[in-house]
């Protein structure tokens, strides 16, 4: 090479990003470096005349791995002289690893030899901003893939997937085989909103803005919805190619929460319900049991009068019937309000069975007939009577309701003897088990009706508080919850069957029971003679009704008693009279002082007295207050309460 051309060489090659070097092969195979630039020199960090003549100690600094290729590919250029381009990396002298691109182009002399002209380009710093840049995206894929519950598809402008991770094969179902190369439509867009997608994506596309975030609800590959918050990122690659990301939040833990707080909140208002209803309930036990206590006992004194027969007779009994259902009904309620504990004892169910069905008859619609039949010998069963009355009417009234207004409506109480084992085996779903042990003798009773029966969905729900299929204003949604309480109480077993559009039948079962004797015996009237001596009763109640009723009653049976209104008085007559009183009898509940209060303080003034108290509602707890402020014994405030003070008397503190 001349120096003019030489020169004209060094000065392009100061305007090339990289080192310029010469290289001929002559026609006997040998190679010869004519000229290589300084850049080159500073590339492998030799001095020129090491390699001026041969290239040996530049081959030498090539990887090992990357030389076999790195051969094959000058050989083969050379032969067909085409275009050399190359990578590979070298180790230099100071132990630097570089990445090194060569390119050239053989030419082919006249002469026959093979002139090379090379460009190589240190590529380190690029090869090192490139591996960097991958091993970040490495780390991102495994970031992205790690996050058990954040789902990232990954779409291009055509809305195929492109990525799919792992949590995304969790939400949707999809595989990542099964999801890359489908149409986001296909995948998880339901129907309704493939429209709006499409709009929405090209709008993003188009302008660059994202889509906003929110709360959406996608397909599952088996056609279930998916709740999600969804966000979008879009990225635009070089050249034009678009692409965007959904970042979807699975949201079904939240909603399951949100559900199971819902769930809490219903719970809970229904709790307040059931508090209300217990003080509602408590408020006017008191009042209203004063009530019936005057008439039912004023009724028990006229019946006394009454002659033997007639209409005078009949319409009094009629009026106790009444007042009784009335205080049964206020029973109930203390019970499903758990104010009231179960009375049970052993009873004979069918007079129970008869009395709830002849009240069904005279409430049941024209065209509905109410129908019932007994075994002749029955089982006595421990129950309390006006709860299993209370079970009676509510499940013949929904069996009514499901009559009405259908040609031959039919309701049907069918009472038998019957083995546990045998009720275990009727059709149904139990829904509630009878905790008697064993395979106990017991009574099966079945309410049924040929009405519209009911779907399983709503069988299920029939015994929720509050729930009803009543139109608004016609049910209160307690009566079955009632009958399920009072059932569970008495550890009875309860089966459903229905058929919509065949009927309903009810069954439950009770097991049989010894009869005993009750704890206050059930009579409207006491003699003397069966209380023992002439009785002084001091009786404080600020219901003058009562107060008039118990005068009378103890007059009729022989006995004497003072009546007051105010428990203030109550003290001042127990200091003058209290030797002579056989028993002072409080009620619990007045507006001045409540009943065991006033025990206390009458037993200051004269120690010994025998005192009890009275109340409309009595529980464990009134009972272990009175009897520990010094009460012999607690009663309940009723038509016979007369007789079962002076019971209650001779039992705690008899007299010869």
């Known amino acids: 090479m001349n120096p003019r051309d030489l020169s004209d060489y060094e000065g392009l090659s100061a305007f090339l990003p990289g ?134 598809q990954g ?57 906003p975030s929110g709360e959406l609800t996608l397909r599952h590959q088996d056609g279930s919805d998916v709740h999600v918050y969804s966000g979008h990122v879009l990225l635009d690659h070089a050249g034009g190619h678009p692409e965007f990301f959904c970042i979807d939040f699975d949201l079904s ?48 004194l006229a019946l006394e009068e009454a002659p033997p027969q007639g209409e005078l007779r009949e319409s009094v009994e009629q009026i106790q019937k009444a007042a009784r259902r009335a205080r049964a009904v206020v029973r109930q309620i203390l019970a499903f309000a758990r104010k009231e504990l179960p009375r049970k004892t052993a009873i004979d169910l069918l007079p129970v069975v008869q009395e709830a069905c002849s009240l069904l008859k005279t409430t049941a619609p024209p065209g509905v007939r109410v129908d019932m039949a007994s075994d002749a010998d029955l089982p006595v069963v421990l129950a309390d009577a006006t709860q299993m009355e209370q079970v009676l009417l509510n499940l013949g009234t929904n069996a009514i309701h499901a009559v009405t207004d259908q040609f031959d409506g039919r309701v049907q109480v069918v009472l038998t003897a019957a083995l546990r084992e045998a009720f275990e085996a009727l059709p149904g779903y139990a829904v509630l088990q009878s905790s008697a042990p064993g395979h106990r003798q017991g009574v099966w009773l079945r309410v049924q009706d040929n009405g519209r029966g009911m779907s399983p969905d709503t069988a299920q729900r029939i015994f929720e508080p509050f729930f009803t299929t009543k139109e608004r204003g016609q049910g209160t949604g307690l009566g079955l919850s009632v009958v399920h309480g009072i059932l569970k109480e008495h550890g009875a077993g309860l089966k459903l069957h229905s058929v919509e559009g065949v009927g309903t039948m009810f069954d439950l079962w009770l ?95 004269c120690p010994g007295l025998a005192c009890a108290v009275v109340s409309a509602v009595v529980d464990e707890q009134l009972k272990q207050h009175a009897l520990g402020k010094g009460a012999l014994f607690v009663a309940e405030k009723t038509e016979a309460m007369v007789p079962a003070l002076l019971e209650g008397l001779q039992r705690h503190r008899p007299r010869a």
């Not at 229904?270 to 408020?283: F, N, S, Y």
């Not at 109550?570 to 009943?595: K, Q």
Request: with cysteine.
């Open 511 to 605: 097991e049989s029971a010894t009869p005993v004797a009750a704890e206050v015996p059930a009579v409207s009237a006491m003699t003397a003679s069966s209380t023992g001596p002439v009785r002084h009763l001091l009786y404080v109640d600020d219901d003058d009704q009562i107060n008039d009723m118990v005068v009378r009653t103890c007059a009729r049976e022989g006995h004497r008693a003072h009546a007051l209104s105010d428990p203030y008085q109550a003290l001042e007559y127990v200091r003058t009279h209290g030797p002579a009183i056989d028993l002072a009898v409080f009620d619990h509940n007045m507006p001045t002082m409540a009943g065991a209060q006033l025990v206390a303080k009458v037993l200051q003034i």
């Open 253 to 300: 833990e939240r909603m399951a929460a949100e559900d199971a707080r819902h769930a809490l909140e219903v719970q809970l208002r229904e709790a307040q319900k059931m508090e209300a209803l217990g003080t509602l309930a408590g408020g006017i036990a008191h009042d209203f049991n004063n009530i019936l206590a005057a008439v039912l006992g004023n009724a028990s």
């Open 155 to 211: 779409y291009d402008s055509q809305l195929v997937c492109r990525f799919w991770n792992a949590a995304s094969e969790r939400l949707y179902g999809y595989t990542q085989e099964e999801a890359l190369g489908r149409s986001l439509l296909d995948l998880i867009i339901p129907d309704g909103m493939r429209e709006g997608v499409v709009a929405a994506t090209a709008d993003m596309l188009r302008t660059g803005e994202a889509i």
């Open 19 to 152: 080192a310029v070097f010469r290289y001929r092969v002559g026609v006997d195979g040998e190679g010869r470096l004519e000229h290589m630039t300084q850049a080159c020199f500073e590339i492998w960090e030799l001095d020129r005349t090491a390699v001026e003549h041969d290239m040996a100690s530049l081959w030498a600094m090539v990887e090992p791995a990357d030389l076999p290729e790195m051969r094959r590919s000058v050989e083969d250029c050379a032969r067909d002289l085409r275009d050399w381009d190359c990578q590979w990396r070298i180790t230099t002298r100071s132990g630097r690893r570089k990445w090194l691109h060569g390119m050239g182009r053989p030419i082919r002399e006249s002469d026959g030899s093979l002139l090379w002209h090379v460009l190589v380009m240190d590529q380190t710093d690029n090869r090192a901003a490139q591996e960097a840049q991958r091993a970040s995206e490495q780390r991102f894929r495994r970031l992205i893939e790690a996050i058990p519950n954040v789902a990232v």
